[in-house]
Nanobody
Framework: QVQLVESGGGLVQAGGSLRLSCAAS????????MGWFSQAPGHEREFVAG????????YYADSVKGRFTISRDNAKNTVYLQMNGLKPEDTAVYYC????????????????WGQGTQVTVSS
């Protein structure tokens, strides 16, 4: 059974940092594109960052470029999202997801999802 388990969320003041982790099991991790998505109250789920199986290609939403960094450790079956310079607008539930497709930006292309971890940024 495939499982993705996020951790590392919490409450932080504006300008602070968090590192989210997502541990995967039940799949051949290095075959999968991994992504991070966010969903704020009353909003649709949206793309934040994605990284290919080889770790050579990383992509970001315009709103987080220069602040967030996605990385993966295939030996540990884990993907990370380093979040710096956090803003109140970043407040959302953050989900990791796994895809066997080459398209990276659309949530519909991801077959497996974690349960989410809450990130709250206060002003």
């Amino acid at each position: 059974q495939v499982q993705l388990v996020e951790s590392g969320g919490g409450l932080v003041q504006a300008g602070g940092s968090l590192r989210l982790s997502c541990a995967a099991s039940g799949l051949t991790f290095n075959w999968y594109t991994m992504g991070w998505f966010s969903q704020a109250p009353g909003h649709e789920r949206e793309f934040v960052a994605g990284i290919g199986p080889s770790t050579g290609s990383a992509y970001y939403a315009d709103s987080v470029k220069g602040r967030f960094t996605i990385s993966r450790d295939n030996a540990k079956n884990t993907v990370y999202l380093q979040m710096n310079g956090l803003k109140p607008e970043d407040t959302a539930v953050y989900y990791c997801a796994a895809s066997q497709r080459r398209r990276i930006f659309n949530s519909n292309d991801y077959a497996y999802w974690g349960q989410g971890t809450q990130v709250t940024v206060s002003s």
